[in-house]
């Protein structure tokens, strides 16, 4: 496991391939007293835009359990520990062959700015 502490945001850099824009969860799998929880962020990739870089703010993130949304969230904080990262292709009603191709995923503290431009 590794801590969070200062970080602000998780930094993607991707690109998906296909017709269409698809939407993915970004999972963190965190220590806690409830082994499913698990804090999910969303983003979408549109393969018009190319390599594309995001940021998402761990503010932004969801904590869920067993892939729903829990009553009490927990915002993450620099106390939690951080055991995995997984990226999720969300379904639509759309059969579509798509595929995602990732550079990187970093935990970025707020004072850096992104290397990526």
Do not use: C
């Amino acid at each position: 496991p590794r801590e969070l502490g200062e970080v602000e945001s998780i930094e993607v850099r991707a690109r998906a391939n296909g017709a269409e824009a698809r939407r993915f969860l970004l999972n963190l799998k965190v220590e806690s007293f409830n082994p499913d929880d698990m804090y999910q962020g969303a983003f979408v990739l549109d393969p018009a835009k190319g390599w594309t870089t995001l940021r998402l703010p761990l503010s932004e993130f969801a904590l869920t359990a067993r892939g729903r949304h829990l009553n009490n969230q927990r915002r993450p904080d620099g106390d939690l520990l951080l055991e995995s990262v997984g990226l999720l292709a969300l379904a639509d009603d759309e059969r579509a062959d798509f595929s995602i191709d990732v550079v990187s995923v970093a935990a970025m503290p707020h004072e850096i700015d992104s290397p990526f431009g």
